[in-house]
């Protein structure tokens, strides 16, 4: 039983990866916790009062949240389209030349590992149904599974919330403190939040938990000096 769950739980993940809703949601958090961090961050350092920061921080979160959504609406639906003309063409040759997709698919599946007899009687069973050598040439030969093409909508969705809620986290504490706490705090919770989103990619993708943590700790390290810096240097070029 533990088997087939661990099955089942594998072929869910795959699944989520080819309709483009896990790429969108990681994508989408981890924006959000650094976009938006080096926006309040930037801001603050150049000496602007605690509501220019909070505006700033949700004009980003806002702007940040369509742009990703209807970046990854547009890029699902182009590969949705580009995928569905493959599957015509699939079908016009079906019906001009469908022997030479049969001798590709038995091709194909020789070189998978079966025998030359057993790929060649498996062939010609499945080019019996139109339908079925069209779905099975396009996840064999071409390489795509014409049922999973891949949800615009569910992408757009997963990358609009996740960056919110990964913008919330350098967003938040300006509302309840200002000056070296609020940016401490600012801070602490993105790179608690770039914790778990490293750990989790690495432990979802069977490497070190701590190693991605780690790196994408570094980074959130990284941004905030940098974009600190800048803001502070700018604020004091302008004063």
């Not at 309709?19 to 924006?31: E, K």
């Not at 702007?63 to 699902?76: P, Q, R």
């Not at 063409?89 to 001798?103: F, P």
């Not at 770039?194 to 990619?201: A, D, E, M, Q």
């Amino acid at each position: 039983m533990e088997r087939k769950k661990d099955s089942e739980l594998l072929a869910r993940r795959a699944l989520q990866v080819q309709r483009g809703g896990a790429r969108a949601a990681v994508l989408g958090v981890n924006d959000g916790l650094v976009s938006v961090l080096c926006i309040v961050l930037t801001v603050a350092a150049a000496g602007a009062n605690i509501h220019t920061v909070i505006l700033s921080g949700f004009a980003g979160l806002i702007a940040g949240a369509v742009s990703m959504a209807a970046g990854e609406w547009i890029s699902i639906r182009a590969q949705v389209e580009l995928f569905g003309g493959v599957l015509k063409d699939i079908k016009k040759l079906i019906k001009g030349d469908k022997s030479l997709l049969q001798e590709q698919l038995a091709e194909s599946l020789a070189k998978g590992g079966h025998g030359q007899e057993t790929a060649a009687t498996a062939a010609k069973e499945i080019a019996g149904n139109d339908d079925n050598l069209m779905n099975i040439y396009a996840s064999q030969v071409v390489g795509f599974n014409p049922e999973e093409l891949g949800s615009p909508w569910l992408a757009a969705g997963s990358s609009f919330a996740l960056f919110t809620l990964g913008a919330l986290a350098p967003l938040v504490p300006w509302f309840f403190f200002h000056g070296t706490w609020a940016v401490a705090l600012s801070i602490g919770s993105t790179a608690l939040g770039g914790l778990i989103v490293g750990g989790y990619i690495s432990y979802s993708s069977g490497k070190g938990v701590v190693r991605g943590a780690l790196r994408q700790l570094g980074i959130i390290i990284l941004a905030s000096v940098v974009t600190y810096g800048i803001g502070y240097i700018f604020g004091v070029s302008v004063g």
